[in-house]
């Protein structure tokens, strides 16, 4: 049968990415040995308020169709968070929930990219940008982040990557897979040049609330940026609810109404009982209390993975300000992200991700993620350490 | 800014169909005497045993992430559901639950269609299928039902519709908005036709499970048929789940593939607990007692608005063999399906679709759904009774 050519443009690399992590988790189920560090679902469940949100709501009949944008008091609640934090005038009429932030970049991107457009993307990016931009018939057009300087904005590579066919750029801050966070200079860099080029900006700020030192900036906040500025975020890593698919964007008002008649047909609004849930999580003072408790546990593990490398000569690492992930620079080992990767799970049945599928800039890299408890992370850095005495060993020869 | 032309593709006459809808239900929320039959979400709450198994589910710790396609005993279990019903060969890799039907519509079609391609669409349709099929760049080719004769398939309409570019037949069966069922040799007829051109066929089935004479069939089921058909269907309407968006597409395993490489950008993966609600809605006798109690009475229903319309001489009916919705003759009166849907909800505050939403062809229908309790349904047959007599007036002079 005869395919849409957009099915070659979702599939390759990035899908292929995770191959690692499904073997790792696979195997688990049938070894529990196995470490999982590659991907970024936190170890925590949902906070109970949250739950018993959703739970009161079932039970009481919110099992219906729900507005498409999604009910009022949260979008109001979204939007006055947004603008407390970064200085945005809005209402719930820039305000629409959909199935995770995930969602939000896919229905956006199909609202603003067309056939022969490019979007300057800032690499390492989150996987699936590739697709969300490449089943629009627009192009990717990777710019790398300083690599050597701790991942750090790259001006001029940016300025030289801009054509007059350049309709977007799309960044995430903080960075996944890099927990790096681009500075209020940087961002207003980006935005200078935005508004001299009528770009759009994709702002995607999921890991906004996982911060361990540093300011967080949204883009959206700077002078002129308001318009043209699109801001993604979810509960997903912030309140540890990823299965529950709910996140939202932020723009003009405008691409709201597109959006929401995109999600008509598309999606059809988000469970209300996930809404109820939703709105629990950004209000009730225990759940706020659990979230805070979730970043100062990964801040904590945080500081414990880098101990371990930095203990290691041959692995260089980016300190992450924010997110739940490390990037390793593992090439002194004489192998690439993906090598190293294959052969620390072989050997150690650790999973990690190469971080390759977030760009190539990165394909001397790994990503750890630090999403299990206290006893598998030491586990885990005693067998990085253990894996790590054969490239020692080598170069000692 | 500048939009991708999709935005204009996903706006238009299809949303503005829900006007009335809309305007009806913001009322009822000041003037509880308003009576909405414009939508189709059942009244009925989703039953006790579907929500508490998502509660456990969630009480559990259920919320993380799953796989995108969804989990095996889920995707099992819908598949020996559809092979018993129809007859077609399928396993686990020929399904992949998404976000409603209507996702799987969505997705699906953007799997297959690519512009320039033409769908034929059977009408009277669903309001959403122009817009899937427009955001792709296809062109929707309506292909009217034989008005004259209950809807039934014309034969001789679909004929003359193919053209070297038509890539696809989309239709529901039973329909939504006419209750009608494709017969057998109706679809064997469509069945031919698609493979002799070699064509996708779109079976639209969500109503499948709310049949009250008859035989429902599968075109999937019929020779040939399998390499080419995707059945949608969904939890919405047979067990009052609309607010859960959990539908799924069956189809062949190479279309799976890339439905789940569009889902790992567009959605990745339905909510756990949402799954374990679903298995549960499929399997649990008591649910299933529950579905098919709504059943009977949505049958119960049907009749009492058959008995109402029949002593209508103005308005003439299209006898629904299945879902929740009546289609209704209003041109004896002199007017189109939108003015008198208009006038109904200015003069008797009901709230009724026009059904030149549904299609052109339609233009002289109003959809009535049955989704209230039998006092609000008797209040409504009161009122339309009141509402006619101005106009048997008026033709008595």
């Not at 049938?30 to 949250?50: C, E, M, N, R």
């Not at 629409?96 to 229905?107: D, K, R, S, V």
């Not at 967080?216 to 043209?228: F, K, P, T, Y």
Request: proline residues 4%; hydrophobic residues 40%; contains cysteine.
């Amino acid at each position: 049968m005869r395919y849409a050519p957009l099915t070659q443009a979702i599939q390759g690399e990035t899908v292929d990415a995770w191959d690692i992590h499904f073997k790792a988790t696979a195997l688990k189920e049938q070894d529990p040995s196995v470490i999982v560090l590659s991907i970024g679902d936190p170890d925590f469940d949902t906070p109970a308020p949250i739950v018993e949100s959703a739970v009161k709501s079932l039970r009481g009949g919110d099992t219906h169709y729900v507005d498409i944008e999604g009910r009022d008091h949260l979008r109001n609640k979204i939007a006055a968070d947004h603008q407390g934090r970064c200085g945005q005038q809005v209402t719930k009429d820039n305000v629409i929930l959909l199935a995770g932030a995930q969602n939000a970049l896919f229905a956006t991107s199909m609202c603003i990219l067309e056939a022969g457009d490019e979007v300057l993307v800032l690499q390492p990016n989150y996987v699936t940008y590739e697709a969300c931009i490449q089943l629009t018939g627009a192009k990717l057009v990777p710019v790398s982040m300083d690599v050597d300087h701790d991942f750090c904005l790259d001006e001029n590579a940016l300025l030289q990557a801009i054509t007059d066919k350049t309709k977007a750029i799309y960044f995430a801050t903080p960075s996944n897979p890099s927990g790096v966070m681009l500075t209020k200079s940087e961002l207003q860099f980006i935005a200078d040049l935005a508004i001299k080029h009528d770009l759009w900006v994709m702002s995607d700020e999921v890991y906004s609330h996982t911060i361990f030192e540093g300011e967080h900036v949204s883009i959206a906040g700077l002078d002129n940026m308001a318009e043209r500025t699109v801001t993604l975020n979810s509960l997903s890593k912030s309140h540890a609810m990823t299965g529950w698919r709910a996140g939202w964007a932020i723009g003009p008002t405008e691409l709201i109404c597109h959006l929401s008649n995109l999600s008509l047909c598309m999606l059809y609004g988000l469970p209300g009982f996930v809404q109820e849930a939703a709105y629990t999580a950004l209000t009730d003072p225990n759940a706020l209390a659990e979230a805070e408790q979730m970043r100062v546990t990964y801040q904590r593990r945080r500081d414990r993975l880098l101990s371990c490398f930095n203990q290691q000569p041959l692995l260089t690492c980016v300190p992450p300000k924010a997110s739940m992930f490390l990037l390793v620079n593992v090439s002194q080992t004489g192998l690439d992200g993906q090598a190293f990767a294959e052969m620390l799970f072989e050997q150690q049945k650790i999973g990690v991700l190469p971080a390759t599928a977030f760009g190539e800039c990165a394909a001397n890299y790994i990503r750890i993620s630090y999403v299990v408890d206290d006893k598998q992370l030491d586990d885990a850095c005693a067998r990085i350490e253990a894996f790590m005495a054969q490239f020692t060993q080598v170069s000692n020869e």
